[in-house]
Structure formats: structure tokens, C-alpha cells
């Protein structure tokens, strides 16, 4: 009873197999567009054919990214994303399934589903439009507009303290987590083509910018003037190094991360840390995740991606033993087992 | 071994309740009774009352547990009224269960538990076999306890051990009173405890001992004997209305090819379909535990758009969390099965009481117009045929069933004749083909209204769904008012014509009965039972029972016209009759309701229907 997946060749496809003819509608010089752009650029080169993807959203105006893309594709209801996404793969795992969301969407509204989703360990690409407010109901604050921020509902500015959607999906035990912004195309294209390579739940925090309700968010990692002091872009096997010079760094110091500048008291670019994006303890990921300014800069790029069962792997291989080792295997076999009689 | 030395007396049908404190293992004591009535080719049909309370302190009347089993040579369409037979293993059992037991009734107590402390506890001023509360009653006092631990006392068990199998002793007494063999129940422990030796041999030795006891003692003046019910020729079993809903799903699967995927949260008293699912993984069933009640309903909404038989269970305060994502289901068109096991409400209401209380919400619970399919299982064994149907309905019209069963139904069992799956009616789900040129997610099939199911992986296909109007046809997001108008019709228009798909109406009794009973649901049973035995009586009287709730049947309006007298009995406060007044209020209705968390009773309906006869 399994859905076929008809095996076809492969044949190379161009980012056209997946532009739809639906009018984008999203504000001029709204971050989104780049970020579909992006994963435009990214489908056609995972080798996985074009039925094979399914797009899947919640609410809001990253939601309607499953519309302007040619796949199959969900535009569902307030924060349920990730539960539809979670029926999608499970109902069929060879598929390649995407979650698009907000910081609303996803931390707010669906923040049950979104960590338990993670818990999991379901094999399905989020990627998480963070611009800290809620666009398209118009201005109001979110779970990640930062404290003290004046939106329509927090006039005298918020007394909330915000989700780093990090640390949240570290605590959850996520294993794949990265962030990027939308101001940087290939940035965005490299995490994803790993996020889609990821098997389990990845997530991409994607910083973007709401030019109308919450303008320059992101500023001070994203202006050419401050981002080289606020902004660090991580990478495997390579030290943690920043600023305008490449001369500060991040070292480990006891149980802490501390910024340090190459060259003053002693230090050296041996002592930085080197990331380990591999590492399957969560401990320094967490600290790398909740480097905020202006203590540190922000790190961008894969922070944690560790390999571990999928659930859905899990729950194929129970179906497998289980259709291998019961005596029942048809449903008559099933409704005459245990208990019955005959009246002749 | 079977008894011999008292009168066989021969009955037309008995009702048994097992009562004992939570650990007295009492459900265990009920069906293995149940069992053996099977075996002598009884109809039967069972109810447990579990206490509410997973541990409610021992030997208090909060943590008895109840077991009824109403078995006859008749067909049998409920779990029976009153007791005519109590086995009362303490003082609280017999507390909590005097008001279920016929008068006149036989009642059989340990005597051992009779005790001070014993009648304090269960909040007895006296004891209750002395102070002349039990005139009237054919009461037995056995010392069951005492003679239990005689029993095994060549076996050396600890004390904990023993007393677990005490109430073998009690069942050995009822069975030596009906006649029954004892080797049946030896058989199931031989089997059942294969590898612990000792209590197969320690529950055998009192299950002989307390047969015994009766038989040497004499205790009953008579024995008794129901002969065998003349059921159709076939193959039998006993199943509860949980378990009949999960394989009912499963063989809706199975003929439709669709593979079956269950969203759903724990719920009281829905909890068992779900862990029935997650049970039959042999048959390639995914059932998955969600973090809540919306998840359940919403990855089954995920795995209907990929092609799965998709279904979610929950009771009462479950579907009003569903509410939103059932709309969605409704805009999108998709197949997706909604069971709700009903319970007392509103809130956490009852979550142990069986009422039909969630009629309205399952019509109109939800924002917009939103019109779904709705059935409601009529019995136990119905609930096979009615998850079945669902399906068969869901799939074929590509809209969302509600399917309501409650908490009597869920837990209660009875007789099941197996069916071949392959004698099920066929499930044809409109699958669109690959490459379909003429595909378009929105295009609809011209008689069912239904539109293509196009599934991920398909080549040629690829479509966006979602909560948003959809253009017709082209399934574009639309916001144009007269294609918001069109659509609104469209959905409402695809589950009217469902009425073409479902049987007629029919009617038990004469057409032109001077008073007609409509139920609806989960009573079927109890207004049978009642409307035969007046009808028996050569009264005027005749049943329209209601499976089919949206839409209904075609003939129901020129069905009611028929009837100047018309009494609707629900265990709710008058929701289908608002339904009925609502959609034909040119007639004349009265109304019957039971708001107690309790079944009808058929003395109850019988007085309220002669009632209305003699007006
Ligand atoms: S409101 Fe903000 S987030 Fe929404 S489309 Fe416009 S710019 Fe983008």
C-alpha cells in the first residue's frame, strides 16, 4: 500500500522547473524575494526530481512562498506547518519536504509543534524568515522583536525578552541548525544546499528584513558600516575570527565564550576556537548560537549539523520488522485472530 | 466439569454485573465469563465501568470497578439495564452497584470482606448483610478470601499473589450457577501463563475451588441454563467499539489502496483506536502520537494531500481544537476522517460518561461555512461498518467525514460476524493520472461535485492547495466575490449530494404507527430493545433510527410526514430535534432527554412512550 515513486532519469533541471506563474506579491524590497531566488537556484541541483518536493507553509507573508513555486505544494493554517509538513513526510518519506515560516508562525503561534518537530527529528528543511515582527497582520511584536521596541501593540516598547530561535532549537536537541542573512545570496544558497542535504530536521534561520514594519532589523549586522565588528561567519575546521582586520577572535575561556583581539596579551590565532559543526555535544553550539551583539558578534553560517536516526527511518524500520515478524499478515487474518467461533 | 447436583432452570436472558475494587481484577473476571458465554452460543453484549480515578483508594466506593455482561438465547442489543446477578467482592462494590441490581436479584458477596472496616470505608453505617438493606435480594455470602487462600496453600505463594485470584473463585461460583465449563477458562491461563506455571496452576486450583464450593455446599436451590441464540451461520467474535472503528479503517484502507495514516493525541475514551493502530504496524499502519490535538488532525491533513486514507480520534474537547483545521480540510478539499468518541461535556465534562452532546459541534462548530459529512455508529459492531463507510464517502467526494461513536460504544462490546474483506463494497478514490493534460486541482467530477486527488510524487501534477478561496477550476487564490459565492455552493451542494450515495431511511415497525420514536447514534440497541417489546405487546409503535446525520436521508421528510406523533430521544439536551426542527419545521415534535451521563433505561422509554400513546 506504499505511494510508487515512478523511477524516472534524473535530468538536470533549471531554476524555470520551479518558477510558477503566480504574480509575486510581496512588498518591493522585502527580503523574501531573495530567499526565493535562492531556493530557486538551490532545487534544481539536490538530483531529486521536481514531483518529489513539496513546499509546505503556515501563515503569514513568508507563507505564501508555496505559491510562487511550481512543486506541490501546502499553503496551511497558523503555525500547523510543521505538523502538515511532519503528515507529509511520514505519509511518504522519499519525499523532499519544505517548511516555510516565520518568527510568528513558527515560534509564536505554532511553537509546540515547531520543537517537537525538532525533538523528532523528522527529515524535512525548515527554513525561518526571522524579521522580528508580524507583517502581514501589520506591525505588531513578535517572539523575537528584541526588548524594548516600539510595534502597535507594545507602544511604550515591548517588556517581552525575545526567542533566539537558536537556543531553542539546541534545547529542543535539534541537530542542524544555521543562519544566514538575506542580504547574502551565495550565503544562502551554500546553508541550504546542506540543510537539504541534512537527514533529519534542519533549520535555517534566515535573518530578513520587513522594509515596511520593522525596517533595518538587521542593521547593525547587515549595514557595510558596522556588520564586519557584529557579524562572524563560521565554517568547519576553521578558528572563529571576525572585524574589519580579521584580528578579532572568540575563545573559550573556562566554561565561557569571550572576545579577544589577535596579537594583545599574548594571543594568538592558535588559541581561538575552531568550530566543530560536527560535534555531537550541544554545549559550545548553544554558546555560538546566543553570540548577540554588542558582547559579540553574530554567527553565520552551519552552527550544528550532527547526524543522527530520522523518525521516520525509525518508523519504517518498526513496519518492516513488524510486517516480517507478526502471524497476522493480511486484514482477514486480522479479524479472525484471537477469539472467535463458529455457528454452523 | 459441569455442575450436577442442583435443578437446571432454563432463562431467556440474564444480565451479570462483576464488581470489585480496582484491583480485583474483575474486567479480566468479565470476559472471561464473556468468553464462555461465546462458547455456549449465547448473543451477548458487555459493558465495563471503570472508576474514574486511575488509583483511587482501596475499598472505596470511587475505585470500584464494574463489569456487565447481558447475554441471552435471543438476539441481545444491549449490555442490559439491571443486575440479575451482582457478585460484590467488597462492602464499596456493593454500595456503588445496589441501584444497577434487579429486585429480587441474587447477589454474591465475600463475606470475609464484611467487615467493620470493610463497611466504613464504602461509607455503610452498618453492615449491610445484617441491618435488613438487602431484604428481598437471594444474597450469598461466601467467605471467598478464606476459602481463596485455602485453595492454593499447597502452592506457597505469597500472600499478594494469592489474593489476586480470589476473583477466580467468584467466577467459579457464577459459572458453576450457569451451567458453564470450567475447562475453557483452565485453557486460557494454560495458554496464557505458559511460562509461569504456578498461576496457571494457582488460578485453576481456586477457579475449581469456588465451582466447587457451590456445588458441594448446595448454595443455589437451582442452577440455570440459557440455551443458544440462533445467529446466522458464520464466523464470531467479540469486539469493542474502539477496536470495530480502528479495523473498520484498516479494511477501508485495504479496499480503497490507500495506505492509512492516524494523527492523533491520547483521549478519554478514544485512546484505544489510536493504540489498536499503533498495533497492526504488520499491516503497514502508520499511527502517529502527536504533540496535540490540532497535530493529530493537521499531519493527517499532510498525509491526506500525499495520498494516504487519513484519519484523526479524538472525544468531545479534542474536536473543538480541531475546529480550525477541519475548515482547511473543507477549503482544500481533501479526504480526512474525523472520529469523535463522544463523552459528557461542555469542557472536561465527564470524561468517563457516554453522551451524543457534540451533535451540534460536529454540524456547525466551525468558522465559515463549512459543511462536512456526517455519520454516527449505531452499535459496538456498527462501528466496524461505520468507520467503513466514512471512509468510503471521505475518499470518493474528497471531503472531510465526522464520524461520532461515544464513550458506551467505544468501551462496550458484542458479538461481531466476520466479514470477508473481500465481500466490503469497493473504494474507488478519483486519483488523477500522470501527465494529465487537462489536469486542474480545482475541476470537479459533474455528479459527485468531487475534484481530482492528485498525490506528490506524480509526474505532471505538481499544484498548490491551501486555507485560502480557491478560484474554481484553476484552484488559483482567489478573492473575486461572486467565485466566493460559487464555491460556498459548491461545497455545500458536494456533501448534499452525498444523499444519492447512502441508503434510505428505513423504519422498524408499521408505516403508519400512531407513534413514531427517532433516535440517533449510539442507543440504537436500548430503543430497539424497548420499541420490539411494546410493539410485542401489540402497541402502535415504531423506530426511525439515524445513522446518516449530513446529510440525511432523501425519504427523511416524506418519513416523518407519515407520523402525527413524533418523539425524538437523545441523551443530550434536544440537539437532533433542533436539527430536524430546523430543516422541517412544518411537523410536530416531542422530545425525550437524558442528561446523567447515563444510558436510556427501558423501563424509562417504555413509560415515556406509553405516555404518549394514551394522550
Ligand atoms: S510586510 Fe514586510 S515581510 Fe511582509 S511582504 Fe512586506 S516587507 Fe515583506
Known amino acids: 500500500m506504499e505511494n510508487q515513486i515512478i523511477e524516472t532519469e534524473i535530468i538536470q533541471l533549471t531554476k524555470e522547473d520551479f518558477s510558477s506563474d503566480q504574480m509575486v506579491k510581496w512588498c518591493p524590497g522585502c527580503g523574501d524575494h531573495a530567499i526565493l531566488h535562492s531556493v530557486e537556484n538551490v532545487f534544481p541541483n539536490l538530483g531529486i526530481r521536481k514531483e518529489d518536493f513539496v513546499v509546505v507553509s503556515g501563515i503569514g507573508c513568508s507563507s505564501r512562498f508555496p505559491y510562487y513555486m511550481n512543486t506541490y505544494g501546502v499553503h496551511s493554517i497558523h503555525g500547523r506547518a510543521a505538523a502538515l509538513a511532519t503528515g507529509v513526510k511520514l505519509a511518504n518519506p522519499k519525499l523532499s519536504v519544505w517548511m516555510i515560516t516565520g518568527d510568528g508562525d513558527c515560534m509564536a503561534i505554532g511553537g509546540n509543534h515547531f520543537i517537537h518537530t525538532i525533538r523528532r527529528n523528522i527529515d524535512i528543511n525548515i527554513l525561518l524568515f526571522n524579521n522580528k515582527i508580524y ?52 550565503g544562502m544558497t551554500a546553508v541550504f544546499m546542506e540543510a ?69 596579551n599574548g594571543v594568538t590565532e592558535a588559541d581561538l576556537l575552531v568550530h566543530d559543526q560536527y560535534e555531537k555535544d550541544p554545549g559550545v553550539h548553544m554558546m555560538i548560537a546566543r553570540m548577540m551583539p554588542p558582547e559579540f558578534p553574530v554567527a553565520l553560517g552551519v552552527i550544528r549539523s550532527v547526524a543522527a536516526e530520522t523518525f521516520e527511518q525509525s518508523m519504517m524500520d518498526s513496519i518492516a520488522y513488524e510486517k516480517e515478524h507478526s502471524s497476522i499478515k493480511t486484514v482477514d487474518e486480522m479479524l479472525n485472530s484471537g477469539g472467535t467461533w463458529t455457528i454452523e | 466439569m459441569t455442575s450436577k447436583n442442583s435443578k437446571v432452570i432454563e432463562l431467556e436472558q440474564v444480565v451479570i454485573r462483576f464488581a470489585g475494587d480496582s484491583g480485583d481484577g474483575m474486567q479480566l473476571t468479565g470476559s472471561l465469563f464473556s ?207 474502539n477496536v470495530a472503528t480502528a479495523w473498520g479503517f484498516i479494511a477501508a484502507a485495504e479496499r480503497s489502496g490507500r495506505p492509512l495514516f492516524l494523527g492523533s493525541y491520547p483521549i478519554t475514551p478514544a485512546t484505544e483506536i489510536l493504540q489498536e493502530l499503533t498495533n497492526h504496524k504488520n499491516l503497514s499502519i502508520k499511527a502517529f502520537q502527536a504533540e496535540d490535538e490540532i497535530a493529530g488532525i493537521v499531519s493527517a491533513i499532510g498525509a491526506s494531500y500525499t495520498g494516504a486514507l487519513a484519519i484523526t480520534t479524538t472525544s468531545g474537547p479534542g474536536l473543538s481544537l480541531k475546529s480550525e483545521a477541519i475548515g482547511l480540510a473543507v477549503m482544500t478539499e481533501l479526504p480526512l476522517v474525523i472520529v469523535d468518541v463522544q463523552r459528557g461535556g461542555p469542557s472536561t465534562g465527564l470524561p468517563t ?124 487564490v482567489s478573492h473575486d466575490p461572486l467565485n466566493h459565492q460559487k464555491m460556498t455552493f459548491l461545497r455545500e451542494e458536494k456533501v448534499q449530494r452525498v444523499a444519492n450515495y447512502i441508503p434510505e431511511q428505513t423504519i422498524f415497525g408499521s408505516e403508519d404507527a400512531e407513534l413514531l420514536v427517532v433516535s440517533w447514534g449510539g442507543t440504537y440497541g436500548v430503543m430497539l430493545t424497548v420499541v420490539e417489546k411494546m410493539q410485542e405487546q401489540g402497541k402502535s409503535v415504531a423506530l426511525a433510527h439515524f445513522k446518516h446525520i449530513m446529510p440525511l436521508p432523501k425519504n427523511t421528510e416524506e418519513l416523518l410526514g407519515r407520523h402525527k406523533n413524533i418523539v425524538v430521544c437523545e441523551i443530550n439536551n434536544g440537539q437532533f430535534v433542533k436539527y430536524l426542527r430546523m430543516n422541517f419545521p412544518q411537523f410536530k415534535y416531542q422530545q425525550y432527554n437524558k442528561i446523567q451521563g447515563l444510558p436510556f433505561m427501558v423501563a424509562e422509554l417504555e413509560t415515556k412512550f406509553n405516555e404518549l400513546l394514551n394522550q
Not at chain 2, 460504544?409 to 500522470?434: Q, T
Request: hydrophobic share 35%; net charge neutral; aromatic share 8%.
Open chain 1, 135 to 186: 507583517g502581514l497582520t501589520k506591525g505588531q511584536y513578535s517572539p523575537t522583536t528584541p526588548k524594548g521596541h516600539k510595534t502597535k501593540t507594545s507602544p511604550q516598547g515591548t517588556y517581552e525578552r525575545p526567542f533566539n530561535p537558536g537556543e531553542l532549537v539546541i534545547g529542543a536537541q535539534g541537530n542542524f541548525f544555521a543562519r544566514v542573512l538575506d542580504t547574502n545570496p551565495k
Open chain 1, 196 to 264: 537539504a542535504k541534512h537527514k533529519g530536521t534542519s533549520l535555517v534561520e534566515i535573518m530578513q528584513n520587513c522594509v515596511i514594519f520593522f525596517n533595518k532589523a538587521h542593521e547593525l549586522i547587515t549595514s557595510r558600516e558596522t556588520r564586519d565588528d557584529n557579524q562572524l561567519q563560521i565554517e568547519h575546521g576553521k578558528p572563529l575570527i571576525f572585524g574589519k582586520e580579521k584580528n578579532k577572535g572568540i575563545i573559550l575561556k573556562g566554561t565561557r565564550l569571550e572576545v579577544v583581539t589577535i596579537g594583545e
Open chain 2, 35 to 241: 468468553d464462555s458465554t461465546a462458547f455456549a452460543g449465547n448473543d451477548f453484549a458487555t459493558f465495563p465501568d471503570y472508576p474514574s480515578e486511575i488509583r483511587a483508594p482501596q475499598g472505596t466506593v470511587s475505585g470500584v470497578s464494574g463489569f456487565q455482561i447481558h447475554f441471552g438465547q435471543k438476539t441481545v442489543h444491549t449490555s442490559g439495564d439491571l443486575a440479575d446477578v451482582l457478585i460484590a467482592m467488597n462492602p464499596a462494590s456493593l454500595k456503588a452497584n445496589m441501584r444497577w441490581v434487579k429486585e429480587g436479584a441474587t447477589i454474591i458477596l465475600d463475606s470475609d470482606a464484611f467487615v467493620e472496616k470493610g463497611f466504613e470505608k464504602a461509607g455503610y453505617k452498618s453492615d449491610p448483610t445484617l441491618d435488613g438493606s438487602l431484604d428481598g435480594f437471594k444474597v450469598i455470602k461466601s467467605p471467598v478470601t478464606t476459602l481463596t487462600k485455602e485453595a492454593v496453600k499447597h502452592l506457597d505463594l505469597d500472600m499478594k499473589t494469592t489474593l489476586k485470584t480470589k476473583n477466580m473463585f467468584a467466577l467459579g461460583i457464577v459459572m458453576y450457577m450457569f451451567n458453564r465449563d470450567i475447562e475453557l477458562i483452565n485453557k486460557y491461563y494454560e495458554k496464557k501463563f505458559k511460562a509461569n506455571p504456578l498461576v496457571v496452576d494457582a488460578n485453576k486450583a481456586v477457579l475449581a475451588a469456588g465451582f466447587n464450593y457451590a456445588d458441594t455446599l448446595e448454595i443455589f436451590v437451582n442452577t440455570y441454563k440459557v440455551e443458544p441464540a440462533p445467529l446466522e451461520k458464520g464466523k464470531y467474535r467479540n469486539i469493542t467499539g
Open chain 2, 353 to 476: 460518561k457516554s453522551e451524543q452532546s457534540d451533535l451540534l459541534q460536529a454540524l456547525f462548530g466551525r468558522n465559515g461555512e463549512a459543511p462536512v459529512i456526517i455519520l454516527a455508529a449505531k452499535s459496538s459492531a456498527d462501528c466496524f461498518y461505520s468507520a467503513f463507510e466514512a471512509s468510503k464517502l471521505s475518499l470518493e467526494h474528497m471531503t472531510p467525514v465526522i464520524l461520532l461513536t461515544d464513550g458506551s460504544l467505544a468501551n462496550g462490546s458484542e458479538v461481531f460476524k466476520i466479514p470477508r474483506v473481500a465481500d466490503l463494497p469497493a473504494i474507488v478514490p478519483p486519483l488523477a493520472e500522470a501527465n494529465d493534460p487537462d489536469y486542474k486541482p480545482y475541476r470537479r467530477d459533474p455528479e459527485r461535485l468531487s475534484r481530482k486527488w492528485a498525490i506528490p510524487g506524480t509526474p505532471g501534477l505538481r499544484h498548490r492547495v491551501g486555507g485560502l478561496e480557491k478560484e474554481d477550476g484553476s484552484g488559483n
